[in-house]
C-alpha cells in the first residue's frame, strides 16, 4: 500500500500574486487591489524603515 504524497493547503504568496497578474493582464480582468492600495502600503513600508533607522541613530 503507497500513500500519495498530499499537495500543500498553502502556496508561497508572492507566487500567487505574480499568477494573479498574469491571469488579469492576459483576460483583461481588473486587479484585486488598487494602485492606490499599494502605493498606501508602501508608503506605510517606508515609515517603518525611517522609525527604525532614527532609533538606531542613523538617520
Known amino acids: 500500500f503507497i500513500r500519495p504524497i ?3 493547503m498553502w502556496t508561497w504568496s508572492y507566487k500567487r500574486e505574480a499568477e ?3 491571469h ?3 483576460s483583461g480582468k481588473p486587479f484585486c487591489s ?3 492600495d499599494t ?3 508602501v508608503r506605510v513600508l ?3 524603515y525611517r522609525l527604525y ?5 542613523i538617520l
Open 34 to 36: 488598487s494602485g492606490e
Open 39 to 41: 502605493l498606501t502600503d
Open 53 to 57: 533607522l532614527k532609533d538606531k541613530g
Open 24 to 26: 488579469c493582464i492576459l
Open 20 to 22: 494573479h497578474f498574469i
Open 6 to 8: 498530499p499537495k500543500p
Open 46 to 48: 517606508e515609515d517603518v
